[in-house]
């Protein structure tokens, strides 16, 4: 009996590591495509005739839909079944991606990204709420999150190095159809591997609620998105923003009357989760711009080719997996505070070294110390800001906590890049007369000033607040 109770207990343990790898993979795969068109995008722009205008939604189309649908797939994967709604979008997803290979018109490039989006909504949160299921003990969740932060950070820094090499090496419609085999072994294997799981009290979609919270993050995304493309004051930019501030309102409105809210507001009041989706939004809005900004500056001030710009990434990846090796360490032996605190410190020195990044500057001098030192302390961060972030979920609302913490990275990334690109770009403006490549390193420098003290702020935020926030039990130690 002992012996039969012990293969059994194996083969779970073994099932849940094979889900773990499975959805990991999914997770590098979505968060590979949020920026794996930037080196490619010239390419697309000759290939399919795109104006400049146009070009700019095969980027925005994606983190408009993906941002603008979290909280209601979120939601969704709770009353519907976290499996079912993952491996919908995870098909939706690769049905996307083949559209976008094989597109001919650049409407139909623009709208097979729309559907990336739409299924990364739906995947993502799902995923993350399986995870969240699968290691249900502090510390296996906390090692199982650890793995999933650096593999999603990994798949984010990747996605430029993945696509400068298919850009420069083959053709940019492979930087699409390389995602036809992740997500049909996703969608053969995870049924496999994890049961259905679905909220456990029976409930209605807040309708009401989902329009206006889905109104209202895709206004602010679509508004954040044009304020990056022209300014704060333009009306296409100002109007969306407006709107999504008084779409939020009546959202709170409706969710404290309504019988079964799409977000509970006491889901929102646990202190230690808002203070955690609060540094979140400031690390992300650092981050993103980073990634932005340093791609940029390494083609058109380094002269770097698409390709060596991609390839120049790969020691971010490598500090990336180190930093997450430390992680889940640094949590269990320090605590959650005192890990944060030192992560978000260590970015932000990284920052710094990158904003000094001069046009004369070598690689190995100049970019790669900044970005070693970036990429260790993201590494270290997001496992934890994920831990943090995700405390007290239950079978109830384990999608609807994803999905929040995905919103919030989301939103962060779109502030931050219209911001601090507006910020880089204004600087440099105003320095035209001192040359071209003096002033396009002031404007990257003092972008990445602002985002080091975001980063910063971040940590003062968790220093002086997340110490205060009583964390749920069999959370690690703050």
């Known amino acids: 009996m002992t012996s039969v ?39 697309m722009r000759d290939d399919l005739g795109f104006g400049a205008a146009g070009l700019a939604w095969v980027v925005n189309a994606y983190f408009l839909a993906f941002g603008g649908l979290l909280l209601l797939f979120g939601r969704m994967a709770d009353l519907l079944g976290r499996r079912r709604v993952f491996l919908t979008g995870v098909a939706l997803f690769g049905a996307a991606s083949l559209v976008c290979g094989l597109a001919q018109e650049p409407w139909q490039l623009v709208a097979g990204r729309f559907g990336q989006g739409a299924g990364s ?34 798949g984010g820094t990747m996605g430029l190095v993945i696509s400068g090499a298919l850009t420069g090496l083959a053709s940019w419609r492979w930087i699409f159809l390389i995602n036809l085999p992740v997500a049909l072994a996703a969608v053969v294997l995870l049924p496999r591997l994890v049961p259905e799981s679905r909220a456990g009290r029976a409930a209605r979609l807040d309708v009401p609620g989902a329009v206006l919270g889905t109104g209202a993050l895709v206004a602010l995304v679509y508004g954040l998105l044009r304020a990056g493309e022209s300014s704060w004051g333009d ?7 407006v709107l999504a501030v008084v779409l939020a309102v009546a959202f709170v409105a409706v969710e404290a009357r309504a019988a079964e809210p799409l977000v509970p507001l006491s889901f929102l009041s646990l202190r230690f989760r808002a203070v955690a989706n609060g540094a979140t939004l400031l690390f992300s809005a650092a981050m993103y711009a980073m990634a932005f900004l340093l791609m940029v500056h390494l083609q058109t001030v380094l002269g770097y080719r698409p390709l060596a710009a991609g390839l120049a990434y790969l020691p971010y990846g490598a500090g990336i997996l180190a930093g997450m090796w430390l992680s889940s360490r640094a949590v269990a032996r320090l605590g959650m505070r005192p890990t944060l605190v030192m992560s978000f410190l260590i970015t932000a020195a990284g920052l710094l070294l990158l904003s000094g990044v001069a046009p004369d500057d070598g690689y190995a001098s100049g970019v790669l110390p900044g970005m070693l030192v970036t990429s260790i302390g993201c590494g270290l961060s997001l496992p934890a800001l994920t831990v943090a972030a995700l405390t007290g979920t239950t079978e109830e609302n384990a999608g609807l906590g994803s999905a929040v913490l995905s919103s919030v990275q989301q939103i962060g990334g779109a502030v931050g890049v219209a911001v601090l690109v507006a910020l880089a770009t204004r600087r440099r403006d105003g320095l035209t007369v001192e040359g071209s490549q003096y002033a396009a390193t002031e404007g990257f420098s003092f972008a990445l000033v602002v985002a080091a003290v975001l980063v910063a702020l971040g940590a003062a935020v968790i220093a002086a607040l997340l110490g205060r926030a009583r964390p749920p039990e069999g959370t690690p130690d703050v």
């Open 121 to 154: 909504a739906m995947a993502s949160p799902a995923a993350l709420a399986l995870i969240a299921l699968l290691f249900p003990g502090s510390a296996e969740r906390a090692r199982a999150f650890g793995i999933w932060g650096g593999i999603a950070a990994l």
């Open 235 to 241: 009306a296409t930019a100002a109007g969306p923003l």
């Open 5 to 43: 109770s012990t293969t059994a207990g194996a083969d779970a343990v073994g099932r849940r590591g094979a889900a773990l790898v499975v959805l990991c993979f999914v997770q590098f795969m979505l968060v590979l495509d949020d920026n794996v068109v930037s080196v490619a995008l010239p390419s």
